[in-house]
């Protein structure tokens, strides 16, 4: 069975793990302060926390910019749900914005309409890696006087105009759950705008707790847990010198799925960018309206071949917890297209140009025998 998404770990990864274990130091330390140097490294110097998850990097940079009840906070309703749960967490209200049907994230020609005075920040998606337009954001957020939270939890190693991502802009959320680019197994960081904010987001990171120099402890504010291991932290420290290897992989493996399925078969495909992209999915949107099956017997077939698919996502605004709030079907119709025959393909840096073909043969089977 091929997987849709598989961590690239290699032996040494896994014996500095194995020499955390015996270090008798498991959490936070050592590992952590070394992997958040090497991030900032990678990331222009910028100030980087660690955190044990992206979700924690969102929350966190919503507390640290003051996003309370009453604050409105304008998102895509296509994402992973974690991307609006932070916001409802906050006690704010997510506005939904339809997104651009060729890029998939967030139309920033809608956001304008979508600005009241109550309006805070925009939450801005790299959808499987493609980079917001980073020009046309920031543009806008400075012209209306809004924060941004660039959920980049699925774009560590993707750059803007040549720039990574999380280089430069104001607060950068990343991900390392398993299945993002680089991994820690569970884990992410936050981006810092400013040096000044690092006490507070360490704080919010771990309990509110200040050491003192008397070896004693003050807390002035109600942090949570959100703090690293030093095991996920040697992980993540054997995941890093590979980035460039990994991202460059993935582009290929984009490359050869361009070069293999035809358009004609009537796929809808992604943009095709291969300079800024990391390419963390490969998503195809399935022609329902000319299919005799559904998604999930498309995706059935296609375990009965060995390729297992996976989707990403189901449109947020039409959750549960979300309709309660007043959102339904029809309000974001390309959000609701995408989201209801996306298909994500495989795609890692350990497969092989065989598992390409492979895909590419199964998939064009499949659709044409259940074409009407
Ligand atoms: C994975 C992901 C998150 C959450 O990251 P976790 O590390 O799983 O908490 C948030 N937003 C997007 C777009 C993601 O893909």
Redesign the pocket.
């Known amino acids: 069975m091929l997987p849709f998404t598989r961590p690239t770990l290699d032996a040494a990864t896994i014996e500095s793990v194995c020499d955390v274990l015996r270090s008798g130091w498991l959490t936070s330390g050592p590992k952590v302060q070394a992997f958040e140097r090497e991030l900032s490294l990678i990331l222009g110097n910028r100030p980087v926390r660690s955190l044990n998850?992206?979700?924690?990097?969102?929350e966190i940079a919503l507390d640290l910019i003051d996003i309370r009840a009453g604050d409105e906070v304008i998102t895509t309703p296509l994402?992973?749900v974690?991307?609006a749960n932070v916001i409802v967490l906050a006690g704010a209200t997510p506005v939904f914005v339809d997104v651009d049907p060729v890029t998939r994230n967030i139309d920033l020609n809608l956001i304008k309409a979508a600005i009241t005075p109550r309006t805070r920040a925009i939450i801005a998606?790299?959808?499987a890696g493609l980079p917001v337009d980073r020009d046309a954001l920031y543009a806008l957020a400075t012209a209306h006087q809004l924060r941004v939270i660039e959920?980049a939890?699925?774009s560590f190693g993707a750059n803007w105009r040549g720039k990574p991502i999380g280089s430069f802009g104001d607060l950068i959320?990343f991900?390392?759950?398993a299945?993002?680019n680089i991994t820690t197994g569970?884990?992410?960081c936050l981006v810092l705008p400013d040096m000044a904010l690092i006490p507070l987001c360490e704080k919010l990171r771990l309990q509110g707790v200040v050491r003192t120099s008397d070896g004693s402890m003050e807390v002035d504010v109600a942090g949570g847990k959100f703090n690293l291991t030093d095991i996920a932290a040697a992980i993540g420290l054997g995941q890093l010198p590979h980035l460039t290897a990994f991202t460059e992989r993935r582009r290929e493996l984009a490359r050869q799925y361009f070069a293999q399925i035809d358009p004609a078969w009537g796929f809808e495909l992604p943009l095709a960018d291969m300079t800024q992209s990391n390419w963390?999915m490969f998503q195809l949107v399935l022609p329902l309206a000319r299919m005799r099956i559904s998604r999930g017997e498309f995706i059935a077939q296609m375990r009965l071949l060995d390729i297992a698919l996976g989707v990403?996502y189901p449109p947020i605004h039409l959750f549960a917890l979300y309709r309660k709030m007043g959102f339904g079907a029809g309000q974001f119709p390309h959000a609701e297209h995408i989201g209801a025959g996306t298909i994500t393909l495989p795609l890692f840096p350990g497969m092989t140009d065989e598992d390409v073909t492979r895909v590419c043969v199964a998939l064009r089977k499949t659709l044409l025998e259940n074409l009407r």
């Not at 998850?53 to 969102?58: D, F, I, K």
Request: proline share 0%; net charge negative; aromatic share 8%.
């Open positions: 998850s992206g979700t924690a990097a969102l994402s992973w974690a991307t998606v790299d959808l959920d939890a699925q959320a991900s390392f759950h299945n993002k569970e884990g992410g963390h990403h």
